[in-house]
């Protein structure tokens, strides 16, 4: 895949989430980016459980708390740093991790 530019990185509350709906050559993907401080963490907005999409309400990727990310549909729990599935219909199950980089202000896919 060439690169993709997801978003500006200050559009992400810090300690927040949000999804992105893109266009690629290989068609419409989806995904998700979790902000804490400079580190961002990205995944394909994939659900291990059924495959859909992770946000019931776009852009809310996250409990309460804002420590997991949260599945709204069955309520799977993920860590946010590995994207490992703590609870859950799909415990032990992970979320596809997605390369991406902060370049210019703007989170990029690449690879
Ligand atoms: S679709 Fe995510 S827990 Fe069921």
């Known amino acids: ?7 500006r990185v ?3 509350p810090d300690g927040g989430s949000a999804g992105y709906d893109i266009e690629t050559e290989h068609g419409r993907r989806l995904y998700m980016a979790v902000r804490r401080d400079d ?3 990205v995944y394909v907005n994939s659900c291990p459980h059924t495959g859909g999409p992770l946000d019931f309400e776009p852009g809310r990727f ?3 708390e804002r420590t997991l990310i949260l ?3 069955h309520g ?12 859950g219909p799909c415990a032990g199950k992970n979320l596809e ?3 991406a980089v902060v370049r210019s ?6 690879g």
Do not use: H, K, W
């Open 105 to 110: 202000g703007f989170l990029v896919l690449c």
């Open 62 to 64: 996250l409990n309460l």
């Open 39 to 41: 580190r961002v963490f």
């Open 10 to 12: 200050e559009d992400i």
């Open 97 to 99: 991790p997605a390369p």
């Open 76 to 87: 799977a729990q993920f860590r946010i740093e590995d994207g490992y599935c703590l609870s």
């Open 71 to 73: 599945c709204t549909n």
């Open 1 to 7: 895949m060439s690169e993709v530019r997801l978003g």
